[in-house]
């Protein structure tokens, strides 16, 4: 079974910056793209930033555009989001999620296409 383990969250004041990682295992990591969620207290889940098998494609929810980014490292089965000029509305649990593309070079954005999720990791920022 794969398992996703994410890591790197933590209380920060606003301004400030994390480094999020995703460690992928029993999956052939070059096979999925990968993504990255956030849910806040009361809402919905959403998407966050995700990135395509080889890493050249990558897509962003506006709402983070220039201050968050996504890569990742297949020889160390690895995704990362570094999060940068981080506000209180980005507090949420963060959940690194990999979907099978099948060599389709693409970024996927809509949670039912991924496959697989991890346990989150808590963001919090205080004002």
């Known amino acids: 079974q794969a398992q996703l383990i994410e890591s790197g969250g933590g209380l920060v004041q606003a301004g400030a910056s994390l480094r999020l990682s995703c460690a992928a295992s029993e999956l052939t990591f070059s096979n999925y793209a990968m993504g990255w969620f956030r849910q806040a207290p009361g809402k919905e889940r959403e998407f966050v930033a995700g990135?395509?098998?080889?890493?050249?494609?990558?897509r962003y929810a506006d709402s983070v555009k220039g201050r968050l980014t996504i890569s990742r490292d297949n020889a160390k089965n690895m995704v990362f989001l570094q999060m940068n000029s981080l506000k209180p509305e980005d507090t949420a649990i963060y959940y690194c999620a990999a979907g099978r593309v099948r060599g389709a070079n693409v970024v996927l954005t809509a949670e039912r296409v991924y496959d697989y999720w991890g346990q989150g990791t808590q963001v919090t920022v205080s004002s």
């Open positions: 990135i395509s098998w080889s890493g050249l494609n990558t």
